[in-house]
């Protein structure tokens, strides 16, 4: 079972809606306890008035004060002390035993007891005049102590009925907002269930990816929607392109395969002489020489795009680029000569480049031979080396030839592409050259360009990361 | 039978041509391109095109189109590099009648192109007989009440036309059409020459002929029962 986004986000949701709920149920408790021992104190204040009014002297010489039970309307239950101004006890509920002593003191004007199983809260009013009104002639104010104590029963019962209703009413409001909770997150995360659902209908066979609408418009999801319709166009133009260069190549193949079996099979369909034997099997090995240049093509631009994506390893060597453009040009200068075409070699300095000499070799021969093929008799193909830049050195190739039309510009570089196919198909290309050129140019960590106008001529920059300096080991 | 043949990889096509003109003794012209390829097929009479799909300036699927929207009749086979159904069914349903997938036999491709231009005709067996004559068109031979008469290439190649639209003129503006290629001067005489050598090894002791003249109209290869017009 795999985690749920949902269980978890809806479990935070009733989690936190829990912990909010028991703190406003507490807090409700709290409040209403301070509030209703508020009122309770009040009360117990109005009995002990009570109390006061019921206290009078006695009828005798004594003088002493007495309660007037009569008088006097409080529940049994209370507790009741009340102590003349000498501290002899004047009434005590039958009852009680007593106030504890410490609440005599006037430190606290409130105390707290337990009898039995029933708590009582209590006050004690020291010093309280006492009003005589029958009494006519009044002597000296004489003052008595109150201890007055009335059971919490109620009070705790009415605390007990607030904290059970605010419980039972978070509960529900919690069983309707965690209810209301798991809607809206499902609602919420419908949008990212379709887009997962979506995304999963995603093949090799079927790349259609029609993201939900509504995944597009969150802005939580947006960006993972982007993200891949991104890679997925990407994955597919790339399998788009390889499917494509592999029936590219298959077409090439089967046509320089069907070059040659026509070519024996023409020979072979009647009687000949010796000399139109010689002449069939002549054509027949120019065919084979084709399909060789064609399979050898096809496997040195795989093995250089393996190098471009994993990084050539061996046989690298500190080059002189000078010399190996000068030899390239030496070795281009009799196919130039047969086309009437100069080549003109410039460099200005000794540049040191790391890469493999024959790689190297390879694109300078391939930029060359396509820049002769392409000018025309009396022009002249210049290869200059450059390096201005400290950090890259320049070769570029230029021609004044037929040049490239724009719109085939972009996809020079591409396998089995020819600028124009009949012209470059009787010149015996295959489209590979540039290709190759360009995956190895980028396995030593360079980069080719292409500049061209049609009618003007044709011109390639290579940027190879130069090296600063020999060391020993060349 | 005269032919088209539009392959931009020129060897190929070359191969094709020759193929076509030794084993099948057609004329052969050669387009590399698919432009050059339908201005030659609409601005000659073929009795077969052979196209190939991947052509540079003008793709061949296009090329068939047009040409066929031009009312041209002729027999296509095309060559094609994919194997794949649907491009097939496209093509066949876009007015090709036959295709070939390379690398092909260069027999099948001759032996399809005969059926084909038979086909065209209206001719679909091997065997031509008007008369006593049989005109083999897979061997190229021909037999005069069973015996083998043997012709010069381009005699045989004027009988097998004759044949192929028996028992209709033809005129010899359409014949130099059909037997020659493009690059051939073309001499109305030659044929002139060609029928009369005909006539001498096929008709030439028989009773009933059977290459008849037709004053300023052309020659017609038929049983006739009224020698009235015969020359």
């Known amino acids: 079972m795999k985690d749920s986004l949902r269980k978890q986000i809806i479990t935070a949701v009733l989690l936190s809606q829990l912990l909010l709920a028991i703190g406003l149920t507490v807090a409700i408790v709290l409040y209403s306890r301070v509030q209703l021992l508020s009122a309770f104190n009040i009360m117990l204040q109005g009995r002990t008035d009570s109390v006061l009014a019921a206290i009078h002297d006695a009828e005798d010489e004594t003088k002493t004060l007495i309660l007037d039970r009569e008088r006097l309307s409080i529940p049994s239950s209370d507790l009741l002390e009340v102590w003349d101004e000498n501290g002899s006890l004047i009434w005590r509920s039958p009852n009680w035993s007593g106030a504890p002593s410490v609440v005599i003191a006037p430190s606290s004007p409130t105390f707290e007891l337990t009898r039995g199983r029933v708590s009582y809260r209590g006050i004690v009013v020291h010093k309280a005049t006492i009003f005589d009104e029958e009494d006519n002639d009044p002597g000296p104010l004489r003052k008595v102590t109150i201890a007055y104590a009335s059971s919490t029963r109620e009070l705790d019962e009415r605390i007990f009925r607030i904290g059970l209703f605010a419980t039972i009413a978070s509960l529900l409001l919690l069983c309707l907002t965690g209810l209301f909770a798991a809607y809206g997150i499902s609602r919420g995360l419908s949008p990212m269930q379709e887009l997962a659902k979506e995304a999963a209908r995603v093949s090799i066979r079927n790349w259609t990816f029609s993201p939900p609408h509504d995944a597009r418009k969150k802005r939580e999801l947006a960006p993972l929607v982007d993200a891949l319709e991104a890679t997925l166009g990407g994955l597919q133009r790339a399998f788009d392109r390889e499917r494509e260069s592999t029936a590219d190549a298959a077409h090439e193949l089967k046509t320089a395969v069907a070059i040659l079996k026509s070519s024996l099979q023409l020979l072979s369909c009647q009687p000949r002489s010796t000399e139109e034997y010689r002449k069939g099997l002549d054509h027949a090995l120019e065919d084979c020489d084709r399909l060789e240049a064609l399979v050898c093509g096809t496997l040195s631009l795989s093995c250089a795009q393996q190098w471009a994506e994993e990084g050539k390893a061996d046989d690298i060597q500190f080059i002189d680029l000078v010399n190996s453009c000068e030899q390239s040009v030496a070795d281009l200068h009799a196919l130039a000569q047969s086309r009437s075409v100069e080549l003109q070699f410039l460099a200005n300095d000794e540049c040191v480049v790391r890469a493999s000499r024959v790689d190297l070799q390879t694109v300078w021969v391939n930029l060359l031979q396509n820049a002769i093929q392409h000018s025309p008799p009396g022009s002249t193909v210049s290869l200059r080396v450059s390096s201005s830049d400290p950090d890259f050195v320049l070769i570029a190739v230029e021609d004044s030839g037929t040049g490239i039309p724009a719109k085939h510009l972009p996809y020079v570089f591409e396998r089995f592409r020819r600028g124009d196919s009949a012209s470059s198909r009787a010149a015996g290309s295959f489209g590979l050259g540039l290709s190759i050129c360009k995956a190895i140019i980028e396995a030593y960590d360079g980069h080719i360009e292409i500049e061209s106008a049609d009618g003007t001529g044709t011109r390639v920059l290579v940027f190879l990361p130069a090296v600063s300096k020999v060391p020993s080991a060349e | ?231």
């Not at chain 2, 231009?117 to 031979?141: D, F, H, M, Y």
């Open chain 2, 1 to 231: 039978m005269r032919a088209l043949v539009v392959e931009d990889e020129k060897r190929l096509g070359q191969n094709v041509a020759d193929g076509l003109r030794q084993c099948a003794g057609y004329a052969v012209d050669l387009a590399d391109d698919g432009e050059s390829g339908l201005f030659m097929a609409e601005s000659n009479e073929y009795d077969l095109v052979v196209l190939d799909l991947m052509l540079p300036k003008l793709p061949g699927p296009v090329l068939l189109e047009r040409y066929r929207r031009s009312g041209h009749e002729a027999p296509v086979l095309v060559l094609t590099a994919r194997n794949d159904k649907q491009s097939i069914i496209r093509l066949l349903n876009a007015g090709a009648d036959d295709y070939l997938s390379k690398p092909f036999d260069l027999g099948e491709l001759v032996a399809r192109a005969k059926a084909l231009v038979r086909r065209g005709k209206g001719k679909p067996q091997p065997v031509l007989s008007i008369g006593n004559l049989e005109i083999n068109v897979a061997e190229r031979s021909v037999k005069k009440a069973g015996r083998l008469v043997e012709l010069l290439p381009m005699e045989y190649r004027v009988l097998e036309y004759l044949a192929s639209r028996s028992r209709a003129v033809v005129s010899k503006t359409e014949l130099l059409e059909h037997l020659y290629d493009y690059n051939w001067e073309k001499f109305g005489n030659v044929i002139e020459v060609y029928i009369s050598g005909l006539r001498k090894k096929i008709d030439s002791g028989s009773r009933t002929k059977l290459i008849h003249t037709l004053r300023g109209h052309g020659y017609v290869l038929r049983v006739e029962a009224n020698a009235g017009l015969d020359q």
